[in-house]
């Protein structure tokens, strides 16, 4: 198993920025893509970025230009740095890892292990 715990977040007015990291630990290796999801209130869990091992980047194109997504390998963390944000970007965030490589990589359903999520408030 893998455990995942996220930090970051917290309000920030729009315009602003936050960084999210997330920590993987446990049985962490042959992890493959980590990323982020998010879930606004009375909205179903969205994409926002992954990146797998190899570097390979993936963004929604609602958060492309102003998220960075970034991965360090040896420290088994992933990172989300978002700028310009905007209130539709308030949700609870969510990190996630694969045990296994797959084609896909943007459906919650290639993803195994989830953090138990950070709230993300942007206020207008």
């Known amino acids: 198993q893998v455990q995942l715990v996220e930090s970051g977040g917290g309000l920030v007015q729009a315009g602003g920025s936050l960084s999210l990291s997330c920590a993987a630990s446990?049985?962490?290796?042959?992890?493959?893509?980590m990323g982020w999801f998010r879930q606004a209130p009375g909205k179903e869990r969205e994409f926002v970025a992954s990146?797998?091992?190899?570097?390979?980047?993936y963004y929604a194109d609602s958060v492309k230009g102003r998220f960075t997504i970034s991965r360090d390998n040896a420290r088994d963390k992933v990172y989300l740095q978002m700028n310009s944000l905007q209130p539709e970007d308030t949700a609870v965030y969510y990190c996630?890892?694969?045990?296994?490589?797959?084609?896909?990589?943007?459906?919650?359903?290639?993803?195994?292990?989830w953090g138990q999520g950070t709230q993300v408030t942007v206020s207008s």
């Open positions: 996630t890892a694969q045990s296994k490589i797959t084609l896909s990589i943007i459906s919650s359903g290639v993803y195994d292990f």
């Open positions: 446990g049985r962490t290796v042959g992890v493959g893509a």
């Open positions: 990146i797998r091992r190899s570097g390979d980047l």
